[in-house]
């Protein structure tokens, strides 16, 4: 059974950065596009950024667009989130997607809470 943990999230003031990780286990990482979503209290689950097995495409939600940033190292088996110029709208529930490309299995893990505040 697959798992992924988050880590990374914290409080950081308006303007900070923050990187997030997301380690995956139990299946095999470089087959699976990962991507980033998060929700707000009260809001619905929203994609932040996504990225396919091999790097070669990302995609980004229109909100982040030139401020976030995904990346992988297959060889960690770890997806990254690194946010720059964070803005209180940023607070979240920060969590990290698994899904394959051949059965469309997917895995979610737990969350990282994100809290933008000065």
């Known amino acids: 059974q697959g798992q992924l943990v988050e880590s990374g999230g914290g409080l950081v003031q308006p303007g900070g950065s923050l990187r997030l990780s997301c380690t995956g286990s139990?299946?095999?990482?470089?087959?699976?596009?990962m991507s980033w979503y998060r929700q707000a209290p009260g809001k619905e689950r929203e994609l932040v950024a996504a990225i396919t097995q091999n790097s070669s495409t990302r995609n980004y939600g229109d909100s982040v667009q030139g401020r976030f940033s995904i990346s992988r190292d297959n060889r960690k088996n770890t997806v990254y989130l690194q946010m720059r110029n964070l803005e209180p709208e940023d607070t979240a529930m920060y969590y990290c997607?698994?899904?394959?490309?051949?059965?469309?299995?997917?895995?979610w893990g737990q969350g990282t809470q994100v809290t933008v505040s000065s």
């Open positions: 139990g299946f095999t990482f470089n087959m699976y596009a």
């Open positions: 997607k698994a899904r394959s490309t051949y059965t469309d299995v997917i895995y």
